[in-house]
């Protein structure tokens, strides 16, 4: 590593720069305008300093939707990431079959999120919907509506249903990636499934791996539409979720300074994981070659 | 630009960070550097530890906030130049 790094390829971005200057810098700074300022609307401000920083930070509201996010992110990545691998594991190598796999998994991915909402909200009704009604006729009491846990099991399973094959198509293409010779080795060696899944094909997914936790991490962090569309962020609360809770506050409220300093820290706290998710992939390329 | 709603505070606090951006241009346009690696384990260059200075700031100032309250709020900004300083020297 005794090369100088040469910036001035840098300059061939300044007409993207331009453009997202527009799309997203000049915005952002709206916000972060908005957010030292308070209005009635008529694009008048009153200058109100850092009193929206403070008060967001003190709201349970904030924190409370934080948690469910973390939550929702996290019970996601559980099942996603296992099941996705599970599934990739089980796929058939060639023929086929593997192209139908193929094409089957890849179908949720092709649905607009507001389609896949409006699905498992008709899906998951007692009355008219096929997941609803068989589980009312099993004697289960299921009702998304008004069970703060039903409705988190359905977003939950609306998720999984969604993404998993992202998961496992990714995987998939990891375990492809594994010459043949090295499961000839681990034969002649009688390694058990467990050893070739623990030692070859494992390690040799990760990097794959890596980038679908964290795609499927940032995308579930910053989710909206589809658990807006089944529970609107109820019961209650239950199921409002960070970019909910800032709709409802930005638009629904009319609460512009508040809501600007609240997705001014959601930005915050995405940018972090996005350079942290940055970082990570750039140092296992560089480790893998 | 009046949709925009600037107030003075907010046109100062995006004037730096363009000068500060403009400044590490320059800078690396000027003097080519190799990137090293700190303790972070990660190779960084003047511009990453640019980066994470001041992303690293913004949440020193809002823990300063949420913690202590906004009167005391410019000993924030002092700690982040020392938190600045520890990042360039050894991350």
Known sequence: MNKTVNQKAWFLVLPVLILVAFSAVIPLMTVVNYSVQDSFGNNQFFWAGLEWFEQMLHDDRMWNALQRQLMFSGIILAIEVPLGVYVALNMPKSGFWASFCLVVMSLPLLIPWNVVGTIWQVFGRVDIGLLGYTLDKLGIDYNYTQDSFDAWVTIIAMDVWHWTSLVALLAYAGLKSIPDAYYQAAKIDQASRWAVFRYIELPKMMGVLMIAILLRFMDSFMIYTEPFVVTGGGPGNATTLLSIDLVKMALGQFDLGPAAAFSIMYFLVILAISWVFYTVMTNLDKKGG | ?91
């Open chain 2, 1 to 91: 630009m009046d949709w925009m709603a600037w107030t003075q505070p907010t046109a100062i606090f995006f004037i730096v960070i363009a000068a500060l951006l403009i400044t590490f241009t320059v800078l690396a346009l000027k003097f080519p550097e190799t990137p090293r690696i700190g303790v972070l384990r990660i190779e960084t260059t003047r511009g990453d530890r640019l980066f994470i200075t001041l992303l690293g700031s913004a949440f020193i100032n809002l823990a300063w906030l949420g913690l202590v309250g906004p009167d005391t709020q410019p000993w924030a900004m002092a700690v982040c130049l020392v938190y600045a300083a520890a990042v360039f020297r050894w991350v």
